[in-house]
Structure formats: C-alpha cells, structure tokens
T-cell receptor
Framework: GNSVTQMEGPVTLSEEAFLTINCTYT??????LFWYVQYPGEGLQLLLK?????DKGSNKGFEATYRKETTSFHLEKGSVQVSDSAVYFC????????????????FGKGTLLTVNP | DVKVTQSSRYLVKRTGEKVFLECVQD?????MFWYRQDPGLGLRLIYF???????EKGDIPEGYSVSREKKERFSLILESASTNQTSMYLC????????????FGPGTRLTVT
C-alpha cells in the first residue's frame, strides 16, 4: 500500500535556524509529492509540490527535492521565522486500484514546528 | 483563487443526532474529499467523490455517509452522532489528475456530547 512517514515532532527552533523535516514514502506506482502547511486555526494549504524524480519544489523560502532512489521528499528552509510556526504535512498522490479517477492523497501524521524569537 | 467553504467553523451536537456538514467549492473541481483530523493520527480520508453522484469510501467510512448532487457541493452526514466522532472535519477539492493539489476549507470542529 501507500504510506508516508515524516519525522515526529514537535520541532522547536530559534529564529534564523536551519530547518529540515524528513519525509519518506512507499507507493505502488509513480507518485506526485506535496508539502502542506496548517497554521493555527486554519485548514491546510499547499506549500510546494514535485511531480517527477529530481524535481525541486520551492515556495516562501522552503524547498524539497523529489528523490526517487531514496524515496524521500525532505523539507528544508535556510532561515526560519516566527511566522513559520505551524504543522507541516508531507503527502503523496498516486493512482489507486482500478485506475480511472482514483487519485487520493495519503498524508503523513504531521510535524509541529515552533519557532521562538 | 480557489475557495472552499464549509458551513460551520464550530458545531456542538448531542449523541444520536443527525448531523450535516456542508462543503462548497467555486472552481468547478471534479474531485471532492472529506477528512477528519485528530491529534496524533493526522488526516484520515472518510469519503471522496470524483464526480457528481459518484462516491467512494476512504479509509474510515464507518458511521458516515455522503451526498454529491451538484458538482460544487459535497455533504458529509453523520446518521447518528457519537462521542467518538468529535473531531476536526476538513473538506477539500481538486481538479482531476494525479499532479493537481487539493484545496482545503477552513475546517469544522464538531463536538458531540
């Protein structure tokens, strides 16, 4: 089956620190990969995505590279800010059994990031 | 911008009540989804619909049903609410296709007493 494993939190950093949140996956087929962010009290919003091997997704200073050989999609940011405090979810999308329109997202359990001033 | 709206941000219901959660999207997306989010468990898919009147069970469909009579609207129904259905419910929509992302609503926090 399909699954996403991301590092357990919570992660606490000081402002301007370097961030890595690890994400690895297993998938039947060739997935698209996503990072979503959930700010307190809000729904999830897409942070970045990559749809094929070696693609790098980037947005708001965050980036992640689709590594097919290591089945990984680690999220990085060079210098975090207090406003980056949120829960981060790694996810994959792959064609399910039966084909057709059966594209579902499988999420990791989320990593809570807290950035202190 | 894509907008996904949910009928309530907070809802309190009693055990045994029938509960309707409504979700509307304005981007003509084919696919719509209902998730619940619980601490330590992440997001779990309840049901999804890839087109009008089409629905498929997700990972945890027990105790829930759905309705999609119009493309823009996807309803989640709790036939007889129970306390273990207290949770945050998130709706999402997406254009059909593997590489398209899902757009989420703000969520409904449901408490069943």
């Amino acid at each position: 089956g399909n699954s996403v494993t991301q590092m357990e939190g919570p992660v606490t950093l000081s402002e301007e620190a370097f961030l890595t949140i690890n994400c690895t996956y297993t998938a039947t087929g060739y997935p698209s990969l996503f990072w979503y962010v959930q700010y307190p009290g809000e729904g999830l919003q897409l942070l970045l995505k990559a749809t094929k091997a070696d693609d790098k997704g980037s947005n708001k200073g965050f980036e992640a590279t689709y590594r097919k050989e290591t089945t990984s999609f680690h999220l990085e940011k060079g210098s975090v800010q207090v406003s980056d405090s949120a829960v981060y979810f790694c996810a994959l999308s792959v064609l399910g059994l039966g084909g057709g329109s059966n594209y579902k997202l499988t999420f990791g359990k989320g990593t809570l990031l807290t950035v202190n001033p | 911008d894509v907008k996904v709206t949910q009928s309530s941000r907070y809802l309190v219901k009693r055990t045994g009540e029938k509960v309707f959660l409504e979700c509307v999207q304005d981007m003509d997306h084919e696919n719509m989804f209902w998730y619940r989010q619980d601490p330590g468990l992440g997001l779990r898919l309840i049901y999804f619909s890839y087109d009008v009147k089409m629905k498929e069970k997700g990972d945890i469909p027990e105790g829930y049903s759905v309705s999609r009579e119009k493309k823009e609207r996807f309803s989640l129904i709790l036939e007889s609410a129970s306390t273990n259905q207290t949770s945050m419910y998130l709706c999402a929509s997406r254009r059909e296709g593997q590489s398209y992302e899902q757009y989420f609503g703000p969520g409904t926090r449901l408490t069943v007493t």
